[in-house]
């Protein structure tokens, strides 16, 4: 008797013909594949109860067809086996769309961001139909060619410091928001000259159009200005500039009352971590931008304590500086070893190379679990499972030939210098290098394109095929670029 009453759910139909429909221009559709049967209905409900029309059918009604969870060419031929077409009053969303709508409490105009584009189609007209045709931008920044020439400095700059506040108060949402739209900026060829070009550019919601067209009306953005002033803002970025202080530890001290480097330190109840020990002992240094001369010079002095460990080891820059920067916070490297797991005996090696050389002033050494049973994994993690090190290494002054008032004050020829080292599998070293090379956004996309528009998993360990059940090998980063069927990015073209 139970199962039977739940298959017919008679309050579903009750709630549906007594609610009333205050958005008669909107039909939704929720497709059940992936979402399930249960959640469908829930949102179904959830969606007359605030006067949006819910279609259970496919009909020649539905204006809005919303999707969560499935791969853009699965969704999108099941779509066309219905008889669905792409005209300019109907939408394919994602679930997005639909959340930032309910919580709303009404239709929010659609944006290019929540589009689920037709592999099948011309990308443009696919992830926007009504839009214009000359505006070809893609929303995804691995479609995007983004250098380090920023002609629009003066819009990104005031997003990002939205953005960072936005990350200081624990908002992820809003964060990623700006920080797509500062991202789409970076990577115009010219500088914005009229509000009008807003409108052919993806992922700018109405706050970040605002907060440009306030910029060129005013020359600055009164809420961002409103930002750097505010004493939450300034301290939280002052202690999270500490290495090994994240913002929730920042926030934590802020929360004490502590404003300043001196009331932590002589806070007897804060009891710091080896990390975080490290961080103010040479704050000094490595507070200050690593230069490109001086990443060249770390490049030798970690190839040789590398080869003395593997001859036949290679080692490369990855981050910024393979991006094209010329200032960093730090400088990564990545090793690659010739044969399967020479990897574990590297970094060990490299550290006692290090001490040797009394150059060596913190480590902290992780080493590796990963397994490729474990693959693919559901969850993109921040960090990956290889064998890394994260060292404070000193770099003799004359290697790149500058004074420093404080070192000669200090009688020391040297400065501290944050030096990141990665050691992953001969068979994972192109995923790694992709991934350790960013930047963040640009990977974070690639990651979320490989996912709604190829049904594929992709981390710094590997691409996997949902469809064939199978990791797809990768020798080189294109061969990772080819396995999504997009165009080869250079690393100076990842500056998203």
């Known amino acids: 008797m139970v199962p039977t009453r739940k298959r017919q759910r008679p309050e579903v139909a009750f709630i549906r013909h007594r609610e009333e429909v205050k958005f008669r221009d909107v039909t939704v559709f929720l497709v059940e594949k992936r979402m399930g049967k249960s959640r469908r209905n829930f949102l179904s409900n959830l969606a007359r109860s605030k006067g949006f029309c819910v279609d259970d059918a496919l009909s020649g009604d539905v204006t809005h067809v919303v999707s969560e969870g499935n791969a853009a060419q699965e969704l999108w031929n099941w779509l066309e086996e219905q008889g669905f077409g792409e005209t300019l009053n109907k939408h394919v969303l994602h679930i997005s769309w639909f959340t930032e709508s309910m919580s709303a409490g009404r239709p929010v105009p659609v944006e290019l961001r929540h589009y689920i584009q037709n592999p099948a189609a011309d990308q443009r007209s696919c992830a926007h139909p009504s839009a214009k045709p000359e505006s070809a931008m893609s929303p995804y920044a691995c479609q995007r060619r983004t250098t380090m020439d920023n002609h629009n400095k003066i819009f990104t700059d ?107 330190l002589s806070e007897p109840s804060i009891r710091l971590n080896r990390m975080q020990t490290a961080g103010f002992l040479f704050y000094e240094d490595i507070s200050k931008p690593v230069s490109r001369t001086e990443a060249n010079a770390l ?110 004050r200090a009688s020391r020829d040297w400065r501290a210098v944050r030096v990141d080292l990665v050691a992953p599998p001969v068979e994972r070293y192109a995923y790694a290098l992709l991934g350790w090379t960013g930047s963040t956004l640009f990977e974070r996309d690639l990651r979320r394109f490989a996912r709604l528009e190829r049904g594929k998993l992709l981390d710094n360990h590997a691409l996997y095929d949902k469809a064939t059940k199978t990791l797809l090998p990768a020798s080189t980063e294109e061969d990772i670029f080819a396995h999504l069927g997009l165009e080869y990015i250079e690393p100076w073209q990842r500056n998203a």
């Open 158 to 264: 005031a997003l990002e410091v939205l953005a960072e506040n936005m990350e200081f108060s624990g908002n992820r949402g809003p964060c990623l928001a700006f920080r797509r739209a500062a991202s789409v900026l970076k990577s115009l060829p010219a500088a914005l000259q009229h509000l009008e070009e807003l409108h052919l550019l993806p992922c700018l919601g109405e706050h970040c159009k605002a907060i440009v067209e306030e910029i060129f009306d005013c020359g600055s953005s009164s809420r961002a200005q409103e930002i750097l002033n505010d004493d939450r803002y300034r301290t939280m970025k002052l202690f999270s500039s500490v290495f090994g202080v994240g913002p929730r530890t920042a926030e934590s001290w802020y929360c004490r009352g502590l404003r300043t480097f001196e009331q932590v």
């Open 299 to 408: 490049k030798i002095i970690v190839e040789e304590a590398v080869i003395c460990v593997n001859p036949h080891a290679t080692v490369s820059i990855t981050g910024g500086f393979r991006r094209g920067k010329e200032f960093g916070h730090d400088v990564d490297f990545i090793i690659k070893t010739p044969e399967p797991g020479q990897e574990d005996a590297v970094l060990p090696g490299v550290i006692e190379r290090f001490k040797s050389q009394n150059i060596l002033l913190y480590s902290d050494l992780q080493e590796s679990t990963f397994d490729l049973r474990q693959l693919p994994t559901p969850r993109f993690e921040a960090m990956d499972h290889f064998s890394k090190c994260f060292l404070i290494v000193k770099l003799k002054n004359e290697q790149d030939g500058r004074e420093r008032e404080m070192e000669a």
